[in-house]
Nanobody, 122 residues
Framework: QVQLVESGGGLVQAGGSLRLSCAPS????????RGWFRQAPGKEREFVAA????????VYADSVKGRFTISRDNAKNTVYLQMNSLKPEDTAVYYC???????????????WGQGTQVTVSS
């Protein structure tokens, strides 16, 4: 059973930074894309960023462009989400996910982590 495990969430003041990490546990699996999504209370899960494990340019939601950076360390099989200039509206549970395709819809992703809470205070 493959599981994605997120870490790095927490409480930060507006304008601060956090870095999330995502790595698989269990058996190896073959998915070309790793993405980050977030879900705030009462809202639908929304796309944040995605990156191909090998090559390709990352993609970002408009709401995080210029503030968040997705990156990968293939030697560690880990994907990161560096979040800078955080705003209270970034508060959500952040999920790591994997897909064969570089897409922004949650239904295109078939492996998910349990999520990590990010809270940004004003």
């Amino acid at each position: 059973q493959v599981q994605l495990v997120e870490s790095g969430g927490g409480l930060v003041q507006a304008g601060g930074s956090l870095r999330l990490s995502c790595a698989p546990s269990g058996r190896t699996f073959s998915r070309s894309v790793r993405g980050w999504f977030r879900q705030a209370p009462g809202k639908e899960r929304e796309f944040v960023a995605a990156i191909m494990i090998i090559g390709g340019m990352p993609v970002y939601a408009d709401s995080v462009k210029g503030r968040f950076t997705i990156s990968r360390d293939n030697a560690k099989n880990t994907v990161y989400l560096q979040m800078n200039s955080l705003k209270p509206e970034d508060t959500a549970v952040y999920y790591c996910a994997a897909s064969p395709f570089l897409r922004s819809r949650p239904e295109e992703y078939d492996y998910w982590g349990q999520g990590t809470q990010v809270t940004v205070s004003s």
